[in-house]
């Protein structure tokens, strides 16, 4: 059944589906992606075997219009593409991916994407749905991901701008977490105010790289890079261009250093 609506987002396409699902079972899938034929019967039968598992994911094949680009989507994550309950690498990472889950819609409940995020909103529904429901993992690459220059995935200021709204989020609004991963949020939050705070400094906005900066010592105070940019945006233009130079030299002295030992 194909359902027509007006384009709010991903988040608000797969909500669309939840809704109407008459199965026992949800499945995603993005339209830059492919499920290979055997997807649904493979992950089916994980189900069958471990009922104790809430969602299950893959291994993917990713390759753009030239043709394969990496064999496997989780090797990058080594360790932390693991079993069970991982809500910290979920949050600290973009596993698992989207096109490749399958969840039980009994464990939805009221659990949907968060269609206020242009971007982290799937991350943010399986860490949520993590913290009450294990995660099973299957290794072998069951969907093929299509990359391309139009991925939103690859939109730095926008990516780390939603992790902040959905940590901040995650934080305040009643979610039951434990105090280490209270803890684990915090640090994850204060990055990601870190991260954005580097976009504004790279574009020279000094005045609100600051504000970011600041906002990110307030989850982790022991955060020596964004102490140190918020300390360096009160020198004038001209200063932290002498600066930058002067690392950019420093760096492409060191590369050759290390180029000539090699």
């Not at 909103?121 to 399986?126: G, L, W």
């Not at 995935?153 to 977490?177: E, H, M, V, W």
Request: overall charge positive; hydrophobic content about 40%; some cysteine.
């Amino acid at each position: 059944t194909f359902i027509r609506k007006e384009h709010r987002g991903a988040a608000a396409a797969r909500n669309a589906g939840i809704e109407v699902a008459q199965g026992a079972f949800v499945a995603f899938l993005d339209a830059d992606d492919l499920w290979r034929p055997e997807k649904v019967e493979t992950q089916m039968r994980y189900f069958n075997s471990h009922p104790e598992v809430g969602m299950v994911c893959s291994d993917a094949r990713e390759f753009d219009e030239r043709g394969p680009v990496n064999e496997s989507f989780l090797r990058q994550f080594g360790e932390k593409a693991c079993e069970g309950f991982v809500f910290e690498s979920i949050a600290e990472t973009a596993f698992p991916l989207t096109s490749s889950v399958m969840v039980r819609k009994s464990c939805l409940g009221c659990a949907r994407f968060n269609e206020n995020l242009s971007n982290f909103q799937d991350i943010d529904f399986f860490m949520r749905l993590n913290l009450a429901h294990p995660i099973g993992i299957l290794r072998s690459p069951l969907v093929d991901r299509r990359l391309h220059a139009g991925n939103v995935s690859r939109n730095q200021y926008n990516r780390f701008l939603c992790r902040t709204i959905s940590f901040r989020k995650i934080l305040t609004d009643g979610t039951a977490l434990s105090k280490e991963h209270r803890k684990t949020v915090k640090r994850l939050l204060a990055l990601a105010c870190a991260k954005v705070g580097d976009c504004h400094w790279d574009g020279y906005d000094l005045a609100e790289a600051r504000q970011w900066y600041v906002k990110a010592l307030r989850f982790d105070r022991t955060g020596l890079n964004a102490l140190i940019h918020a300390l360096l945006t009160f020198l004038p233009r001209n200063a932290i261009s002498s600066l930058r130079q002067l690392k950019e030299s420093l760096e492409s002295k060191i590369h050759l250093a290390k180029d000539l030992s090699g």
